[in-house]
C-alpha cells in the first residue's frame, strides 16, 4: 500500500539556519508528490508538488524540494528560515486512483 | 484564498448524537475529499465523492457516510458519536482526473465529543 514516511516529528532551527525536512514515499510508480504546512487551528497550504520533470521543483515563501528516485524521497529544503515558518509541515502523495496520502507530519520551531 | 469554505468552524456534540459538517468545493473542482485529522497526527483519508458517487474510502466505519451535490458542495455525517471522533475534519476539493492539479483544503471544522 502506498505510504508517505517523515522521520522528523520536531525539529527546532534558529531563524536564518538553513531547513532541511525529509519525506521518503513507498509506492512502485513514482507518484504525484506534496508538500503542505499548516499553522494551528488552520488547514493546509500548499506550498509546492512534483509530476515529472526538473526533480528540483520551486515552491511559494522561498521553499524548494528535491525529488531523488533512487531513493524515494522528497525533501523540503529552505536556505534561510524565518521565525513565521514556525508550523506543521506535511509531505502528501497520490498516485493512479490511490487518494492523497499524508505523512505523520513535521512540527518546526523556529528560535532567534 | 482557498476557494474551499467549510462549515461550521467549530462544533461541540454530545457522545451519542449525529453530526453534519459541510463543504463547499472550488468551481469546477468535481472531486471531493474528506479528512480526519486527530490532533499531532497527519490528516486521514475517510472517503472522496466524484461526481455525486463515491469513489473511495478509507478505514472508517459505515456511521460515517457523505453526500456530494450537483454543485459540488458536499456534506459528511457521522451517526453515533464518539468520544475518538473528536478531530479537525478537512475537506478537499480536486478534479478528479487530473491529480496533479492538486488538492484545495478547506480550514476545517473543529468537531469536539464530550
Known amino acids: 500500500a502506498q505510504s508517505v514516511t517523515q522521520p522528523d516529528i520536531h525539529i527546532t532551527v534558529s531563524e536564518g539556519a538553513s531547513l532541511e525536512l525529509r519525506c521518503n514515499y513507498s509506492y512502485g510508480a513514482t507518484p504525484y508528490l506534496f508538500w503542505y504546512v499548516q499553522s494551528p487551528g488552520q488547514g493546509l497550504q500548499l506550498l509546492l508538488k512534483y509530476f515529472s520533470g526538473d526533480t528540483l521543483v520551486q515552491g511559494i515563501k522561498g521553499f524548494e524540494a528535491e525529488f531523488k528516485r533512487s531513493q524515494s524521497s522528497f525533501n523540503l529544503r529552505k536556505p534561510s528560515v524565518h521565525w513565521s515558518d514556525a508550523a506543521e509541515y506535511f509531505c502528501a502523495s497520490v498516485s493512479g486512483n490511490t487518494p492523497l496520502v499524508f505523512g505523520k507530519g513535521t512540527r518546526l520551531s523556529v528560535i532567534a | 484564498e482557498t476557494g474551499v469554505t467549510q462549515s461550521p468552524t467549530h462544533l461541540i456534540k454530545t457522545r451519542g448524537q449525529q453530526v453534519t459538517l459541510r463543504c463547499s468545493s472550488q468551481?469546477?473542482?468535481?472531486?471531493v475529499s474528506w479528512y480526519q485529522q486527530a490532533l499531532g497526527q497527519g490528516p486521514q483519508f475517510i472517503f472522496q465523492y466524484y461526481r455525486e458517487e463515491e469513489n473511495g474510502r478509507g478505514n472508517f466505519p459505515p456511521r460515517f457516510s457523505g453526500l456530494q451535490f450537483p454543485n459540488y458542495s458536499s456534506e459528511l455525517n457521522v451517526n453515533a458519536l464518539e468520544l475518538d471522533d473528536s478531530a479537525l475534519y478537512l475537506c478537499?476539493?480536486?478534479?478528479?482526473?487530473?491529480?496533479?492539479?492538486?488538492?484545495?483544503f478547506g480550514s476545517g471544522t473543529r468537531l469536539t465529543v464530550v
Open positions: 468551481s469546477g473542482h468535481n472531486t
Open positions: 478537499a476539493s480536486s478534479i478528479g482526473d487530473k491529480p496533479f492539479s492538486g488538492y484545495t
